[in-house]
Structure formats: structure tokens, C-alpha cells
């Protein structure tokens, strides 16, 4: 194990010590190991992580002593975003539905909804829209595990489930119909901070995350085809909405082929309390082979009580216009994955012992079950993963072609510099 962590080529050393966590699930090093010594990939993973987050912050340290950069670019977006999230998510349901109104319904709105609407966005303002600009300026971006649970977990992670609202405030401020208070984001300034946000997000390593970025590019794309019609895409703009799109890539723009291999390390370390130690729930050798729609039944299997979007209590975190994510899921195949948990709880218990190892290598089925961490359980489809990795990819280059490719007879309106 000394040498696999020693190994100059991480990628190697990680294979080794897979088939060290293999050989110790399976007692090569006796019982009392096997029951009291850690998960090693999971392990090794964050202290790896853990070690490339030190010595990054000592460079910025190193360089804000220096004087050779601001201390804003250094601030942390996450912090930004959780407070938009949050407060998107207090926003009263009639609220969130008149903002809703003003920025994707096909109709035009009522003057009674386009003043709710404004009313509820200008008293958000300092909460949500603020902190989404303020983000955009932000040299970095991780999300903030306080207060605990605050991470979330499974297919529901931190804020997962305001996020897209906030994003939507603030699109619904910029392009949506009514007045705005002198000083208001320009419709640029608004589009190029939602990326931003759709960017960092799928930089995040996990489903919820890249589901979270997708969101966003979904709602983005609509509004700067309004950008493009009204010729408030200059080549500043499209320069800098082009450099972020360039930083996500066009392989995987926002993420799901990174996260895949975040979630199996998450699922990895997945445990049940078994007396005074713990019981993994799979082999980590199983969870490397399953493809990322499997991953996805396994994290709804996993995302706890309080956050699953089936059965949401009403005036719960799912309730408004803005926030509610459940129309991302299949809501009775995430609930036949929730109603496995037990199962993998109780089979992982069972062939932790003796007896239960017994039983397994006397029973041919279940011996050829033991290869795979899915084959024994009723796998559904929460999401189609798959066929989001796909679309993303779609969507990244469609947008694209509205930021890169000038429009044809596209005449900028006469207007302050600050679009109202």
C-alpha cells in the first residue's frame, strides 16, 4: 500500500491500491482488518484532493503578499451562490410564479402579474440578484458544507434546489417585461454572469451540479437569442461569453463525464453502522464498472428523506415556479430506487460476516451476482444520465454558434449604455 501511494503516476498507484481494497474486502490480510480498516480509494481521494487545495491556497497566498493579485478575484463564488439559493427558496409561491411569468411565458402578462413580478425581484435584489453578479467576479468557486447536511447527498446536493431559481430572478429582472431601477445589471452583464454560474457549477464533480449547470444553459440560451435580435451582443460581449464557454470545453461542457468518476468515489464510501465499526455498502471494484445511469439509481437510492423530490410536503423546498426541480426526475422510478435502500443495507450487513460469505459461495446465483453492485436490485432510471451527457454536449455548442457567429442584419437599438 506504501508504494501504490508512493507512485509518481496517481492513476497507477490508484489501480493498485483498487486491487489492494479488492484483497482486503476479501480478508487476504485477515478478519480484523478486513472489519476495521478504512476504504482506501475514498481515503486516499481527499487526502489528494485535500493536498491540491493546500497548495493551490498557498500560491494565492504567496501572490496576494506579493501584490500581484486582487484579493476579489480570490473570494470564494460559493458563498455568493448559496445565499442566492437560499433566498430564491424563501420567495413566497405567488411571487415565484408572477417572476416565472415575466421571463418565459410565451403570453404577455398581466400588468397585475408584470407589477407582483417587479415588486417581489426589487425586494430580492440585494439577496439574490447581487450575490449571482457578485459571484461572477469571483476567481473561485466550492460550496460551503456548514451548516452540516448542508452538502446535501445522492442526486440532491447543495443548492441544487434554489440555484436555478436565482438564476432565474435574475434573468427575469434583465429581459423580462417591466421597469428596472437605474443602475440594474445590463442584459449582458446579466447573460455573462449566468454562465458564469452554469461554468463553475459543472466544475463541481456531481450529477446534481451538472444538472444544475444544464438548467441554466436551457435558460440562458432563449436569452441571448433576445440579446442577438436586439444587437446588445457586441464583440466584447460575445469575447467574453465565448472565453467561458471555451474554459468548459466542448468533450464534457458541463461536467457529467468528471462527476461520474466523483460519484463513484462517493458511492464507494458509502457505509451502514454495523456495532462499533462500519459496513461499505458495494465494493469499490463494483462501483468502477457501472455505467453513470446505474450511478444515478444508486445516488437516488442514497439522497436523504428530507430532499427527495417525490412526495414533497407541501410549502417544502420544492413548492414555486422558480425552484421546483421535480419535472428533471422520473418520480416513481426515484421512489423504487429510495425503496431499495434497505436491501443494500441489509445484504451488505449479511456478507460482512462469516456466515453470510458461507452462504453466498454456497449459492450460485448469488456468487454471480457478487461481480456486479446493481444485478440483485430493481435498477431504474431517476434521470437518464446518458442521455443528458448527450444533450449537454448539444447545448454547449448551440450556444456556441450564438455567442461565436455574428447575427446576419442584427442593428444595435438606440439605447443607454445601460439597457434597461
Not at 439574490?128 to 467576479?137: A, E, H, K, R, T
Amino acid at each position: 500500500m506504501a508504494e501504490a501511494l508512493g507512485e509518481a503516476d496517481a492513476s497507477v498507484g490508484r489501480r493498485r491500491l483498487g486491487i489492494a481494497e479488492q484483497r482486503l474486502r476479501e480478508g487476504a490480510f485477515g478478519d480484523l482488518l478486513k472489519v476495521l480498516a478504512p476504504q482506501l480509494l475514498p481515503t486516499t481521494d481527499i487526502l489528494a484532493r485535500s493536498q491540491s487545495e493546500l497548495e493551490a491556497q498557498r500560491g494565492v497566498l504567496e501572490m496576494l503578499a506579493r501584490g500581484g493579485t486582487k484579493p476579489a478575484m480570490h473570494a470564494n463564488a460559493g458563498w455568493y451562490y448559496q445565499q442566492a439559493a437560499r433566498a430564491t427558496m424563501r420567495l413566497p409561491i405567488n411571487a415565484q410564479a408572477a417572476i416565472e411569468a415575466i421571463r418565459a411565458s410565451g403570453d404577455t402578462p398581466t400588468t397585475a402579474t408584470v407589477n407582483e413580478a417587479r415588486r417581489a425581484i426589487n425586494a430580492c435584489r440585494a439577496s439574490v440578484i447581487d450575490p449571482i453578479i457578485l459571484g461572477s467576479m469571483s476567481g473561485r468557486c466550492s460550496l460551503p458544507h456548514h451548516p452540516a447536511g448542508a452538502s446535501g447527498s445522492g442526486l440532491v446536493r447543495s443548492c441544487a434546489n434554489g440555484i436555478n431559481g436565482a438564476v432565474r430572478v435574475v434573468l427575469a429582472d434583465a429581459f423580462g417585461t417591466g421597469g428596472r431601477p437605474a443602475g440594474s445589471p445590463t442584459r449582458a452583464e446579466a447573460a455573462i454572469a449566468c454562465l458564469r454560474v452554469a461554468a463553475r457549477f459543472a466544475a463541481l464533480g456531481s450529477y446534481s451540479h451538472s444538472l444544475v449547470a444544464h438548467q441554466v444553459m436551457r435558460d440562458l440560451k432563449p436569452a441571448l437569442k433576445q440579446l442577438e435580435s436586439r444587437g446588445e451582443l457586441t464583440p466584447e460581449v460575445r469575447s467574453e461569453l465565448a472565453a467561458i464557454l471555451a474554459e468548459m470545453g466542448e468533450s464534457d461542457p458541463l461536467g457529467f463525464e468528471v462527476a461520474t468518476q466523483s460519484e463513484r468515489i462517493w458511492l464507494a464510501s458509502r457505509s451502514f453502522p454495523s456495532g462499533s465499526s462500519a459496513v461499505v455498502a458495494f465494493e469499490p471494484a463494483h462501483i468502477e464498472r457501472l455505467a453513470p445511469n446505474q450511478i444515478g439509481f444508486l445516488l437516488a437510492m442514497f439522497t436523504r428523506a428530507s430532499q427527495v423530490p417525490f412526495d414533497a410536503p407541501r410549502g417544502g423546498p420544492l413548492d414555486g415556479a422558480l425552484v421546483d426541480t421535480r419535472a428533471w426526475f422520473d418520480l416513481t422510478a426515484f421512489k423504487r430506487s429510495c425503496a431499495q435502500l434497505e436491501t443494500v443495507r441489509a445484504r451488505a450487513l449479511r456478507d460482512a460476516t462469516t456466515r453470510g460469505l458461507a452462504r453466498r459461495d454456497a449459492d450460485d446465483q448469488l456468487a454471480a451476482e457478487a461481480d456486479s453492485a446493481t444485478a440483485w436490485l430493481d435498477v431504474t432510471t431517476p434521470i437518464d444520465i446518458e442521455a443528458r451527457m448527450r444533450d449537454a454536449k448539444l447545448d454547449h455548442a448551440a450556444i456556441m454558434q450564438i455567442a461565436t457567429s455574428p447575427a446576419l442584419g442584427a442593428r444595435p437599438q438606440a439605447a443607454s449604455a445601460r439597457a434597461r
